[in-house]
């Protein structure tokens, strides 16, 4: 079994072993989902047009929830520092990571999206625009919570501080996604903003680890 | 002034062979003679002028050392002296203040993934994921270190046998430390940086650990304790380091 | 890689403290000096917008904070930058000193979009507008940069970390900022600078340009005295401090 596989599927299985912390992203979502027809009361075509954004801004939210297993927990118990020290390059080890994060936390989510989006009056011929964007913008959100996490790696209460780093490059994933779906409920075409989310998502999968893993490495210092 | 700290160091009577601590790494040249040929291939670990600082604090400073195949070095000093530190920095880990370490003539912070796998290093904490079992973790090692072995002897040896599928989270302090040190084995390293390994450990783990350090020695390896004991593991030739 | 003299000298701390003690006063006193006379030009002396009056005087205020803002996150992510590959920690001292630099600006560029939106779409802030938005997520990465910075209690790994974020945070300035005006393209709301901008005529020009170059050079003199703080916050006891100091004090 090479390294990749070896971290990739020990990540997977101490995620399961844990497997009730992987509800809690799920049910923040649900939960911020459901505060905001509660706070806004809007009639049935005004929930279809916030409907988007909430999702898409509920998704992200969620997905700042589990850092934990990413990196805090290997570094609390020494294993990160092995990670680092093994004769693995750590762009390699990061990407097994954040793969079994994404799997992990971003899956169940995606899952959980299309089916919010049917309470929103989303018709239901603009779901699969809405899951291939959130798939397409999977991979961009998994390295810069990864990023996030790998920066704050060290503090000692560097939870809070993750979200103030993340959110704020997640711009282009909002615009771009929540597009993709407007545009998708008016029937137009909707090429144009998931090809820029797969640039985007390109673009973060190939030169993301570089900065993941330096930021682990100097944490770790 | 900045609070500075004596070092003391005392070379033993064989010393050690410089000819494997160039500061220049040898190129691959295949025009080189036998003699530069045989400088890549020796195992040696070199400090030079090595500083650390913590804040204000000067940890140590000027520090050299060689250390070539069978060696071992002791590193003593009271709590807060900066072994710790040091063996963080000897692993490529931390970065010293000042000065450089090399492995086999690089510069341990640039050597590529292959190489790194010479070295294995095992601090405080010991590295085992508590909701694996020990069965599990040792795998895991030994897949990512690239060497897929058997370890039902190491888990013999270490009396840890019966809690190979128990998980990391049941076992005592002492078994997790056993533990540790089958990863230690399985890594199959040349060089052996250990930070306080006899902790937690009863006599009989403490035995253990100073036979594996003795066959390590004799099979060429190389390896720096930091220890309170250092008497555990005297062998003859041992590097004292005091910091 | 073989790196010219005045690079090395540019590391070292006493070097550059004598070299900001230098250029400082002449870069402010231009400065200061540009920004009066423009502001004085730009907002008493030149005719008004035809098409937006008087409250399109803000053009000699709001794009000029907003570039200088943009320009210090720039000067922070390349000092940074530098400062991790090549370990020079004056590089880091910088960027420390551009970052709050940076976040002012970017927040009076906020406050006169603000303003100039008033009168423009009748309220104070207009969410359609690309480069609110732009620069309103600049602003939140200097404030993450600052954040991170102070949540290290040891200074160099606190440098080397940010340096990670300012450099990812840089490659993100121009996505962000592109996504945004392609979003706003499709939204087609009035922006600040619909078609182009207002029309600019040679003597709205000028003073437009004198405040350009007072912003930018009054940036850089606020960022040489931050540096400067920030050296002696560094050095602390080095001797050419203590002696520099003494000196001064006779």
């Keep these: ?221 | 002034m900045p609070l500075k700290m004596r070092l003391d160091l005392c070379y033993s009577k064989t010393k050690v062979n410089p000819i494997g601590c160039k500061n220049d790494r040898v190129g691959h040249n295949p025009r080189s003679t036998g003699a530069s040929l045989l400088l890549m291939t020796e195992p040696a670990l070199c400090g030079r002028e090595l500083a650390a600082w913590r804040g204000d604090r000067c940890l140590f400073e000027r520090l050299h050392f060689d250390l070539g195949p069978g060696q071992l070095a002791l590193l003593v000093g009271s709590n807060g002296s900066g072994k710790t530190t040091l063996l963080r920095i000897l692993a490529g880990l931390g970065l010293p203040t000042e000065g450089a370490v090399t492995w086999r003539g690089v510069a341990v912070g640039e050597l590529a993934p292959d190489e790194r796998g010479e070295i294995a290093y095992r601090g405080h904490l010991e590295a085992l994921k508590r909701d694996l079992t020990v069965a599990e973790n040792l795998s895991f090692h030994a897949a990512v270190w690239g060497r897929s072995q058997p370890f039902e002897g190491v888990l013999a040896e270490l009396k840890l046998s019966g809690l190979a599928h128990m998980r990391a989270r049941y076992l005592s302090a002492g078994q997790r430390r056993r533990a540790a040190l089958a990863m230690l084995k399985l890594s199959r390293a040349k060089l052996w940086l250990l930070d306080e390994p006899t902790t937690n450990l009863d006599r009989e783990g403490r035995g253990v650990l100073a036979e594996w350090v003795r066959g390590h020695l004799r099979d060429g390896g190389l390896a720096v304790i930091a220890t309170h004991q250092p008497d555990e593991f005297a062998a003859r030739g041992a590097l004292m380091i005091e910091l | 890689m073989k790196l010219p003299r005045w690079f090395h000298q540019l590391g070292s701390p006493p070097y550059v403290y004598r070299l900001a003690e230098a250029l400082a006063p002449w870069l402010g006193g231009i400065g200061l000096a540009l920004l009066a006379v423009g502001s004085f030009w730009g907002l008493v002396v030149a005719p008004p917008d035809y098409q937006q009056g008087d409250s399109a005087r803000i053009i000699y205020i709001h794009p000029q904070t907003a570039y200088v803002g943009m320009m210090a996150y720039v000067v922070l992510a390349v000092a940074a930058g530098i400062g991790y590959v090549w370990r020079i920690k004056l590089a880091h001292a910088v960027a420390v000193s551009a970052a709050p630099i940076g976040a002012w600006f970017t927040f009076c560029a906020l406050v006169t979009g603000a303003l100039w939106g008033r009168p423009t779409w009748g309220t104070y802030w207009q969410w359609g507008d690309p480069r609110i938005m732009s620069e309103a997520l600049l602003l939140f990465l200097f404030l993450g940069y600052l954040a991170l910075r102070g949540a290290f209690d040891d200074r160099d790994k606190a440098d080397r970390v940010t340096a990670i974020l300012a450099v990812v945070g840089v490659v993100n300035v121009p996505i962000i900022h592109y996504s945004v005006e392609w979003w706003n393209s499709l939204h087609q709301t009035s922006t600040l600078f619909a078609d182009g901008g207002p029309a600019m005529t040679a003597d709205m020009l000028v003073p437009f340009l004198i405040m350009f170059a007072g912003f930018t050079l009054t940036f850089y003199w606020l960022l040489l005295r931050r540096l400067q703080a920030e050296i002696v916050e560094r050095e602390g006891s080095a001797r050419w401090l203590r002696e520099w100091l003494a000196e001064g004090a006779r």
């Excluded at chain 1, 989510?109 to 239901?124: D, E, T």
């Excluded at chain 1, 597009?179 to 640039?199: C, H, K, Q, Y």
């Design chain 1, 1 to 221: 079994m090479n390294a990749f596989n070896a971290v990739l599927l020990r990540d997977l299985r101490v995620a399961f072993r844990r497997w009730s912390e992987l509800a809690h992203p799920l049910i923040f979502f649900v939960i911020v989902v459901t505060l905001f027809p509660l706070a806004l009361s809007p009639t049935a075509a005004q929930l279809r047009e916030v409907g988007i954004g909430v999702l898409w801004v509920a998704t992200l939210l969620s997905s700042l929830l589990a850092l934990d297993g990413l990196f805090r927990s290997d570094a609390d118990d020494g294993s990160l520092e092995q990670l680092l020290l093994a004769p693995v390059p750590m762009t390699m080890t990061v990407l097994a990571k954040v793969v079994a994060h994404a799997t992990v936390t971003l899956l169940p989510l995606l899952c959980l999206v299309p089916l919010s989006a049917l309470s929103f009056n989303i018709p239901l011929a603009a779901l699969p625009t809405l899951a291939l964007a959130l798939v397409l913008a999977a991979p961009t959100l998994s390295v810069l919570v990864a990023l996030g996490a790998a920066l704050t790696v060290s503090l000692r209460r560097g939870g809070s501080i993750v979200g103030l780093l993340v959110l704020p490059l997640t711009g282009p994933l909002l615009i771009f996604g929540t597009r993709a779906t407007d545009l998708s409920v008016n029937g137009e075409p909707t090429a144009a903003p998931l090809l820029l989310l797969s640039a985007l998502a390109v673009l973060a999968v190939s030169l993301g680890p570089f900065a993941i893993a330096a930021a682990v490495k100097v944490g770790l210092e």
